[in-house]
């Protein structure tokens, strides 16, 4: 099986002594998986309440997309935890096959959920700027499909054209390596795939903001729109908020590369830097993320915090019913076993009784002489 990691070309990361020791790597793993724990369950529960409304409005059909991404996201990463648990040793990321994989699913899901937050945050801001034009959904949910196929076929022409997936042990994960031709263009169009949508995001969100700081006197469906649109501020801000670091990240590694300087640079030669840059920017922050969503539908969505308390009382009462009903089954084979018991102890005292009785008949059979010889002689008086 070919492996990932005789591609790596930068043999220095694993020549240099890993700043902060196991201790360090394995806080970010517990923390990591913290976030995956929180993370999964959470934007399943808030996708089955998005379903459940059966609301089909561009902003429903966007949270579910997002939802989708965080939860792949979240429990995605759990690769990563395990090589920051084992000191950062290839694992499974040695596997060729697994490397690509991962490279090119994580590439896909991190930029369709940047560009599903963008979406979102445009459509609000419009509606907020011009409350009486109607965005058409079906335009952007289009442009949505034509950015991932875009996108897929980035990843695979990428993956194609003189690249090479490789283990990056300061990742840790797997990244593409393009050819050294290619690789200012490659670069360039990854950080106008993250830094587009992330610059339109943050002046729709201060559009946003300033724009319902800015409104006083509402009646009540205005006050709906308000706090709908607030939560999509809120959500958005977050969201901007914990992809900062990959961007900044992104736009060093590209300031480094087309500048000619050996990897890794003027802005990430420090030790510190060198070993957690990348991936508290891209895998902590990203699932950090993919976290704090859910809980955000609960502290901003009454609709949602309400459903969910439902469904939390409803599951606790299907528990304490399977409960019962299990103590129940229980309580009645204890007392099958025990009348069985008590039927197995009565065929025992009835042979044992037989028994005596045939003993004591068998006995008496034998006695018959002596009683003979008492009745003669009794007889012979």
Not at 57 to 83: Q, R
Not at 258 to 274: A, C, D, I, R, T
Not at 329 to 342: A, D, E, P, R, Y
Request: net charge positive; proline share 4%; charged share 15%.
């Amino acid at each position: 099986m070919e492996s990932a990691k005789e591609y790596n070309p930068h043999v220095i990361m694993d020549e240099m002594n890993l700043v902060g020791g196991p201790t360090a790597d394995k806080f970010l793993a517990v923390f990591l998986v913290l976030c995956g724990l929180v993370g999964t369950p959470g934007n399943i529960l808030a996708l089955r309440y998005f379903l459940s409304t059966g609301r089909r409005d561009l902003a429903a059909l966007l949270y579910m997309i997002n939802c989708c991404c965080d939860f792949l996201i979240s429990w995605g990463h759990y690769p990563t935890a395990v090589a920051l648990f084992r000191g950062r040793a290839p694992g499974i990321f040695d596997i060729i096959g697994f490397c690509s994989f991962w490279n090119v699913y994580f590439f896909l899901l991190q930029k369709i959920a940047i560009f599903t937050v963008m979406l979102l945050s445009v459509s609000r801001a419009i509606a907020i700027v011009m409350p009486f034009y109607r965005v058409k959904k079906l335009w952007v949910l289009g442009v949505l499909f034509l950015y991932t196929i875009v996108l897929l076929g980035f990843a695979i022409s990428g993956a194609l054209h003189k690249a090479r997936f490789i283990y990056l042990s300061v990742g840790p994960f797997c990244l593409l390596q393009p050819d050294p031709e290619v690789v200012e263009k490659v670069t360039c169009l990854l950080a106008l795939h993250v830094g587009v949508p992330s610059v339109i995001m943050l002046v729709s969100f201060v559009v946003s903001v300033v724009c319902l700081t800015g409104q006083r006197t509402m009646s009540g469906t205005q006050k709906q729109k308000r706090e709908a649109s607030t939560t999509i501020a809120i959500f958005t801000g977050c969201f901007i908020f914990c992809n900062l670091p990959y961007c900044i990240v992104l736009t060093l590694e590209n300031i480094r590369i087309h500048s000619n300087q050996p990897y890794p640079g003027q802005f990430l030669k420090n030790e510190v830097l060198f070993w957690y840059a990348w991936p508290v920017s891209n895998v902590i922050f990203i699932v950090l993320n993919s976290a704090i969503n859910p809980v955000l539908y609960y502290m901003r969505m009454s609709d949602f915090k309400n459903w969910s308390d439902r469904e939390r009382k409803l599951r606790i009462s299907q528990l304490r019913q399977n409960s019962s009903i299990v103590n129940t089954l229980i309580t009645l084979k204890q007392q099958g076993l025990q009348s069985t018991s008590n039927v197995e102890q009565s065929q025992t005292v009835t042979q044992l009784t037989q028994l005596n009785f045939s003993s004591i008949d068998q006995i008496s059979i034998s006695k018959q002489p002596e009683r003979g010889d008492i009745g003669e002689v009794s007889v012979s008086k």
